[in-house]
């Protein structure tokens, strides 16, 4: 596989259950991103983690756990979610410290709250 | 505060005729800009970047774009439209020191008639 790889692709969950989203890259990145894309609204940085080290929190609400065990993976735990949480949740990854700013991109995870 | 603003919502051009979607940003210092290209149920691709020198960057799938520094501007351009061009465009800027932290705007559609 190359690239950056999301799952799973479609989740529906309801407001009592707890999932995970899962990502993984394979481009021998150092740095990997949450981002949330809702409906008529610009993507929304959630989180960064940087050699592995948490480096960001843009006031993401505790519902919204990240996990980064290594450098390849980064996990989005999710729980006790609200409606207003459905969105596309997007996982990215770049090479730190090269300042060019450039993120490679998953397919995106469609979560569903109900 | 840092923002970029793509003005049109909404864009719907025939098969063959020229493209531009604009882009403006409002930055501290020049910043590193972006044009990303995400298709139905897919995540973003990177069409072109600019980060310093020649203010003309050609990028995939035959799109350019223009830096202009007096007008905040990254205005999109394609020359011949083609109906795959068919996706959402995301304008996106981000500083040296703030790897991976890019600012997205809101997203054009681009509609394409046969």
């Known amino acids: 596989e190359t690239g950056v790889t999301q799952t799973p692709r479609h989740l529906v969950m309801g407001m009592t259950n707890k999932k995970s989203l899962k990502c993984e890259q394979h481009l021998g990145h150092n740095a990997m991103y949450w981002y949330k894309q809702s409906a008529k609204k610009p993507l929304e940085l959630m989180f960064v983690?940087?050699?592995?080290?948490?480096?960001e929190n843009n006031s993401v609400p505790s519902r919204f756990s990240p996990e980064c065990p290594n450098s390849s993976h980064l996990f989005l735990h999710l729980h006790t979610l609200q409606p207003e949480d459905s969105a596309l949740y997007l996982c990215?990854?770049?090479?730190?410290?090269?300042?060019?700013?450039?993120?490679?991109f998953g397919e995106g995870s469609r979560l569903t709250v109900l | 505060a840092q923002s970029v603003t793509q003005p049109d919502i909404h864009i719907t051009v025939s098969e063959g005729a020229s493209l531009e979607l604009r882009c403006n940003y409002s930055y501290g210092a020049t910043p590193y800009l972006f044009w990303y290209v995400q298709s139905p149920g897919q995540g973003l691709q990177l069409l072109l970047k600019?980060?310093?020198?020649?203010?003309l960057v050609q990028g995939i799938k035959g799109f350019e774009a223009e830096f202009k520094r007096s007008q905040s501007s990254f205005n999109l351009r394609k020359p011949s439209v083609h109906w795959s061009d068919a996706a959402e465009y995301f304008c996106a800027a981000g500083g040296s020191g703030n790897t991976g932290k890019l600012i997205f705007g809101q997203g054009t559609t681009l509609q394409v008639k046969p």
């Open positions: 600019y980060f310093s020198g020649d203010t």
């Open positions: 983690y940087s050699l592995e080290e948490r480096v």
């Open positions: 990215a990854s770049s090479q730190a410290r090269l300042n060019t700013g450039e993120l490679f």
